[in-house]
């Protein structure tokens, strides 16, 4: 069973995302990247990921500088995701905010979908 506390800290941070978590879920949600649905703050096991999809099962983790030093810790919770089932993916806070769509292509590359568009400079609709 889940612990509802576990539940209500995922519901909080939802609403109070970090820049590089709200830029990362507006390319993500409502299946806009490769049609595949993520969830943003899901609860897998005892653990909180930033986002996850069950089809295909993958979890990508955007990393601040609260995961500095905590590679054991972080390798402890990618062991546990990845004997549920997941693949695993992460992204630190830099790539995101300054590197977005090299991220994006990254995403797209470990989901098998090729890579995204370059608009022209004139925009899309030139």
Known sequence: ?????????????????????????LALRAKRFAGVKFRQQKVIGPYIVDFAARSPMLVIEIDGDLHAGRDGYDADRTSFLEKQGYRVLRFNNNDVMTNLEGVLTTLGAALGQPSLPTLS???ERA
Request: glycine content about 4%.
């Open 1 to 25: 069973m889940r612990d509802p506390r576990l539940i209500e800290f995922a519901k909080s941070m939802r609403s109070t995302p970090t820049e590089p978590e709200l830029r990362m879920w």
């Open 121 to 123: 400079p004139e925009g």
